[in-house]
């Protein structure tokens, strides 16, 4: 998946508590440079995962639109 310009989890129904949870399922993120749009709508992300993820998604200078609910249930969207 390197180089996929989206990466989605989109509808998988993942309940994503701690880092430790979502760190399996960003593995590709984290090595995709390319990534434009990410998706993580229809999964459940707690506050920790949700660190976790901030802190690969500023990695990402390629990125141009982000879909995610997390554990206060707010969409983060940057499009």
Do not use: P, R, W, Y
Request: charged residues 25%; contains cysteine.
């Amino acid at each position: 998946m390197s180089g996929a310009k989206v990466f989605s989890l989109e509808g998988k129904g993942l309940k994503l508590t701690t880092a430790e949870d979502i760190e399996l399922h960003i593995q590709d993120l984290k090595s995709n440079d390319q990534v434009e749009e990410i998706k993580f709508l229809g999964n459940t992300l707690g506050v920790e995962a949700s660190e976790a993820l901030a802190k690969v998604l500023q990695t990402k200078k390629s990125l141009k639109v982000c879909n995610a609910l997390c554990a206060n249930e707010t969409l983060l969207t940057n499009s």
